[in-house]
């Protein structure tokens, strides 16, 4: 990593700082939600964590939320599920942009044709390469479906 590019943790901090200053108390409520699953896992795992690490963590915050945005559509509590929204929405601006179903499938294709897989057998294989690929840029879950349909075809 280069001198000239912070790393996600000292810009995660830094904007916990100007949220505070500003006086932005949604953002900063969610940026120290950030920070401490952050430090659960430097904690838990007696690390520090890399940029790659912490995106994985973002990665994992984020696909929590959609899953409590979902239980509350169907138990009709909008106002909690904004609440997630917006919580996904400050989460995301950490993470890299995300690819876009054409770029997915592109990967997935190349990912499977570089590995020979053709059973469900495989998924492993395809799994292993293109998890990092897609870390903090995709829904891993939604990307196995798709791997699972074009295998198991």
Same mark, same amino acid.
């Given at each position: 990593m280069s001198a000239a590019t912070p790393s996600l943790k000292t810009r995660i901090t830094d904007a916990m700082k100007s949220a505070m200053k500003s006086g932005d108390k949604?953002?900063?409520?969610? !940026?120290?939600?950030?920070? =401490?699953a952050i430090k659960q896992v430097e904690v838990d795992t007696r690390t520090t964590l890399d940029?790659? %690490? !912490?995106?994985a963590v973002l990665d994992k915050m984020v696909k929590q939320r959609r899953e409590s945005i979902s239980q509350y559509? %169907? =138990?009709?509590r909008q106002e909690l599920a904004d609440k997630e929204q917006r919580e996904i929405e400050v989460i995301q601006s950490y993470l890299p942009e995300q690819l876009t179903p054409e770029e997915i499938a592109e990967l997935i294709e190349q990912t499977i044709a570089d590995t020979g897989a053709t059973t469900l057998r495989d998924m492993g294989k395809v799994m292993g390469l293109l998890?990092?690929?897609l870390q903090g840029r995709a829904d891993i879950g939604a990307v196995s479906s798709q791997i699972k349909a074009r295998l198991g075809a």
């Open positions: 949604e953002t900063l409520g969610t !940026i120290r939600l950030m920070l =401490a940029d790659q %690490k !912490i995106l559509l %169907k =138990a009709g998890k990092p690929k």
